[in-house]
């Protein structure tokens, strides 16, 4: 008795007291007599029949995709609609009142709960929504509410950014089977009322099955799942992950083009590889701990990074051949400057050194023969001895004869004295043009290297562009087969 009373004065207040019609008081009170209404009992005459639910969701809004925990918040619509036998009345015997709406806590509710959701409060809101609900007069029940949903979505991150996710959400009658409650699918949406940034909804779909547990054999649980099938809108990962990184692979191209006298050919190739390993752990941040499938970015990147460490080693060899200083290999030259230089067109680029001009002696090994009074000495020595010469060499050919006190043997010891001085400053000079000579030849061996470094180089750049244009087509096929794949199973479904 306490109850009916109770539930009378929390229809008056629900209802308004004074703003409801004469009528609708009749029915409400006809309608939820104790007597003849309990909202925990099935709404059947007969136990034996069951209740059918039909299950129709309106997709909002996606609010979230999750990749690294893999899960879906949406923002939904559901609707539920049943045929309550005890809600059924003439509406000529009250004015021709046809539907009411009622809190939804007045009637029996069917204890349809989500199966796979992930949010922390479980099926709460779903269980626990205060929306009212539209009671028809043929029994008809409509139960509308909207509700954030946080579904389990198996995330493929195989084509990110580039992928198409197929995500369900699951609803059934948690302690009913099939022999009181069945589901049915009502009406499906195509697409999303509100658009998201991130996301296009390409198709939903919805599907009824039955089931059996472990925990109840022989029952039959029936369900509804609605796939819903999204495509990411790739634009924001291609400004912000994938133009960097093709900015920055490129950038080691620029690491074959520096010279190798600059010094900073290894600096830069190292730089490059720290700034893809950035750009690599962002994207690790990001994906899932699972070794299933490699994300195509990722893929891009390993790939990319392998490149550029390749292309640091490859410029270490390089820098390697340009500061050697033996004498180059005949089958070197003849490989490196003459085959491989014809085809990468550079033989104009090479300059080989030339055949030496110094003077040549028979002589193989050449010293310096000490002077008294050191190498100025001896010079000031010659320039002196050569102007006596001169001038009693002029004398005798003026007179005739020699000059007053020179005779003859001292013109002779003057002479020899300046060939001994002649002689030895011409092996100094010869010296001198055999080490020049040699440094010449040393110099010709480092630039015959320098010529081989520099072949090398230019066919390590054109190796690297190949592999570099070769991933790049690779991934653009890969993208673009997975998308009409996808393009056809949307059309099919």
Known sequence: ?????????????????GSASE????????????????????PVVNESDNVDIRVEIELDQISDVDEKYQTLKAIIWLTQR??????TWDPADYNGLEEIRVPSDLLWLPDTIMYNT???????????????????????????????????????????????????IKFGSWQHDKRFIDYEIGKVPETMLNLNGEWDVLVITGVRTDRTYVCCK??????????????????????????????????????????????????????????????MLVIAENMPATSDSIPILARFYVVTIFLVSFSTVMTV???????????????????????????????????LPSQPTFYKSDQTQFELVPSIGGDRNATNEVKDEALLMTTEFMDVSENGGYRDGVNKDSYKNSTARLNRLLVELLGNV???????????????????????????????????????????????????SMEKTHRMTVEDE
């Open 1 to 17: 008795m306490m109850f009916d009373i109770i539930k009378v004065v929390l229809i008056a207040m629900l209802m308004g007291f």
């Open 23 to 42: 009528e609708q008081h009749r029915l409400i009170n006809f309608l939820f007599n104790s007597s003849r209404y309990n909202p925990v009992v099935r």
């Open 82 to 87: 049943w045929v309550d036998e005890y809600m």
């Open 118 to 168: 992930k949010s922390e409060g479980s099926n709460d809101p779903l269980m626990t929504v205060y929306t009212k609900v539209i009671v028809k007069y043929t029994g008809n029940v409509d139960w509308s509410a909207p509700l954030t949903m946080i579904s389990s979505c198996m995330v493929n991150v195989h084509l990110y950014p580039f992928d198409v996710q197929d995500c369900d």
């Open 218 to 279: 022989g029952k039959f649980y029936p369900d509804v799942t609605f796939n819903i099938k999204i495509k990411r809108k790739p634009l924001f990962y291609v400004v912000n992950l994938i133009v960097p990184c093709v900015v920055i692979s490129t950038m080691a191209i620029v690491e074959f083009v520096l010279p190798c006298n600059s010094g900073e050919k290894v600096s830069l190739g190292i730089t490059v590889l720290l700034s893809m390993t950035v750009f």
């Open 317 to 351: 060899l390089v820098l390697n051949l340009h500061h050697r200083t033996y004498k180059l290999p005949r089958w070197i030259r003849h490989v490196f400057l003459e085959v491989l230089a014809g085809v990468l067109c550079m033989r104009d680029h090479i300059a």
């Open 430 to 480: 010869k010296f001198m043009a055999h080490r020049c000579q040699e440094k010449d030849h040393e110099e010709n061996k480092k630039l015959e290297w320098q010529m081989v470094a520099k072949v090398v180089d230019r066919f390590f750049l054109i190796i690297y562009i190949i592999c570099v244009v070769t991933m790049d087509f690779i991934m653009f096929l890969q993208i673009n």
